[in-house]
């Protein structure tokens, strides 16, 4: 072989070891190309995974929220426990189901924030009507059976994802007493003042010259009065009489129909039937639902007694705590006027609670003794035997009661407030939804 073959043998390798070089070089590339795509691609992905699932999370925080905030409404009674401050986990420690500027409601400053583990959601309500629109004074109404409509909205946020969620309900108060209701005779041997509320009695009432009923009924609106389904027997007593005007007339706050023992100078054919007693606002029982609920509130957080005989409660028996308390006690058994707890304390007398009573009982029979039970504010509910109420004198009991006959032979007055309609205790709602939640952001 001549060296000019051998030249031209050692020129062909080397084209061909370049081309194949190229290639390589090429097809190198275009693999990391490929590969750079696919990367890009599986991390665009997984990106969007994590944001599907961040977005999930957030929707279901938010759900959870329309939720626990549903559940805090059952037991929110007015416009006013609404706006008060609630611990949450936002900075400041607190914040506000509503706000209690009415023109913030749509978009407040502090709304109620709940954390769960490093994510959060926030709730807030307005005061809506029955399209959904903010309206002012279309608010809670214990002392009304039309339905109020509130609007939650709840923000949920997980890592980069987030969701906002509304729900429309309709509010509608639950059957509480809201009055002094009495399901038997009611014999008034004191002197006591009755403010602002009006006593309904399914049978016959008993009473001195001297009892006193005045003002307007705060939950009816109209003037409060003794109302019978028998007859209003009032005593000789040489004192001044709410039974009659100063001419001789029938009082307005008194209606039914009754005899003056004196000079038997009442109306007659003026009396009322049960159902008509029963159809004023506030004057029915309570139903098994609300007293099985009241009883878990009573074991979870008040005071309960599943009691044998009669015995006595006084403040210090209850929890150290602030705020309305529930107190339950049933009698398995017995006869309930021999069932009798005799409440003796004064209210509210720091350092045992502060706030208002709702005190049941059950298969028994209840005794209010002393001057300083004057100063309870709460609901008595005794449907299975009489409230007897002692006391010469001082305080005020301000709320309601409930009980199978009533003796009063104190003095101290019951009344109603406003305060006490706006902040009572434990009157609960039935809520329901309209419509679906709706997602106005993501």
Partial sequence: MDDMNIEKRIMSVASEQGVAMITVIVLAAVLMMLGAGMYYIAAGEQTMTRADQSGGQAFYFAEGGIENTIDILKYVATEEQLTQPRDDDSDNGYGYLMDPDPDSRQDPDDPLVMGIGDESFTVWVDMVDEDGDHCEGC?????????????????????????????????????????????GDAEINGTPEINNQSIYVDGDIWGREKIDISGNDLVSGDPAGAFATGTIYAKSNNGNSQIYDEDGDRSSYWDSDFQYDRDERGPDGDTFSGSELRSYPGTSRLSSAQLAMLKRQAQAS?????????????????????GNVVIYIEFPD???????VNLKFTWPDSPYTSGKAFVIIENGSVKLTGSAIGDLQGVIYCPDGPVTAHGAGGGNFT??????????????PFNMTQDFLDDPPYFTWSIVREASWTEVDR
Avoid at 302 to 316: I, K, M, P, V, W
């Fill in 334 to 340: 017995g006869d309930p006027e021999d069932n009798e």
């Fill in 399 to 412: 709320g309601f009661v409930w009980g199978k006959g009533m003796v009063n032979i104190g003095n101290f």
């Fill in 139 to 183: 608010g809670l109404d214990i002392t009304s059976d039309d339905p109020a409509y509130l609007l939650i909205t709840a923000e949920g946020s997980a890592g980069e994802g987030y969701r906002k969620l509304q729900q429309l309900v309709r509010v509608e108060p639950t059957h509480y007493p809201l009055t002094l209701f009495v399901d």
């Fill in 302 to 322: 008040g005071y309960y007694e599943s009691a044998d005989g009669g015995f006595t409660l006084r403040q210090n028996d209850l929890p150290n705590r602030e």
